[in-house]
């Protein structure tokens, strides 16, 4: 086993699929949980990624702003409560929970909100169970046997796809007789899977619709945990480092004063992006990315021509 922190060595071996493909085998159960993008192989990764892109770009992204203040301004709220009569001691970690978890829900699913947050509740309780089955040793085919535990995973997991399931076949709906797609994510993603296979007249260079609900299940399990605890840390931080908590309040009180914040002033607020990129520095949130080696090479040889 090979460990490489070097950023170009990383981006050589993460383009190269071909030599360096994703592992395979461990504990199937962990499919429970989501597939999607950072499952899947060469074209396959190269259509997901194509189809996916548009819903990243920081034009749609701009439309999610309001969404993010919402779930903020919600979460900050509560903490008021909590301290408005007397100084108390209030575990935030579980308030950041579920502020990523809201604002997951609002831009995935938009109107269907609601929908999206029983999703969320469900992944929880599924990621609890895959884990605590992988903290023992897993027996081939084991998956297949009517424990209690193997049924509630399946359970949750035909629950979880069924509700994406209604909330696709609206849309798809509204996008065959003409409505425009809505800006959340999985409005985005629809739109940009439809003109896709418009564009090739084939439904084969497209997304399925269990290809989709995949997608949605990797939002919720990539982007949950993670960033509540990139969140986490950096709140520890600025407690450390008091300097950068003034340095970086008074930056926005300058930039943004009483105004809610705008996709225009976030670019401005330079300490801020200093104090992130700083805190995924020291705590990325991703710890690391297996990858096998198809044939034989050397790093200095990484990423050179095999001719």
Request: aromatic share 8%; with cysteine; proline share 3%.
């Amino acid at each position: 086993m090979i460990h490489i922190t070097e950023p170009a060595l990383i981006q050589e071996i993460l383009a190269n699929y071909s030599r360096f493909p994703k592992l395979k085998g461990g504990n199937p159960l962990t499919k429970l949980l989501a597939r999607g993008l950072a499952y899947v192989e060469a074209d396959q990764w190269a259509k997901h990624k194509k189809i996916i892109n548009p819903a990243f770009h920081v034009e749609k992204l701009k439309h999610m702003l309001p969404a993010f203040y919402v779930s903020c301004s919600e979460m900050i709220n509560k903490w008021e409560e909590l301290t408005k009569e007397t100084s108390c001691e209030v575990d935030v970690y579980p308030h950041l929970q579920t502020f990523t978890s809201d604002v997951i829900s609002r831009t995935t699913f938009g109107s269907s909100y609601q929908e999206g947050r029983k999703i969320f509740e469900l992944q929880i309780e599924q990621a609890a169970l895959v884990f605590k089955a992988l903290e023992s040793l897993y027996i081939p085919g084991s998956r297949f046997l009517p424990t209690k535990k193997n049924r509630r995973m399946k359970e949750i997991d035909r629950e979880v796809k069924a509700t994406i399931n209604k909330i696709i076949n609206k849309r798809v709906t509204k996008l065959k007789v003409g409505e425009g797609s809505s800006d959340d994510l999985l409005g985005i993603l629809l739109d940009s899977n439809y003109k896709e296979i418009k564009q090739q007249g084939n439904t084969k260079f497209g997304l399925s619709t269990e290809e989709v609900i995949q997608e949605c299940k990797l939002f919720y399990f990539a982007g949950q945990e993670t960033t509540a605890n990139f969140l986490a840390w950096t709140m520890i931080l600025l407690a450390q480092h008091t300097n950068w908590q003034d340095r970086a309040r008074d930056e926005v009180l300058k930039v943004f004063g009483e105004r809610k914040p705008n996709i225009d002033g976030l670019s401005h607020v330079k300490a801020i992006n200093m104090i992130f990129h700083e805190v995924l520095r020291l705590y990325p949130a991703g710890t690391g990315l297996g990858r096998m080696i198809r044939e034989e090479t050397t790093l200095g040889n990484i990423g050179t021509d095999d001719s």
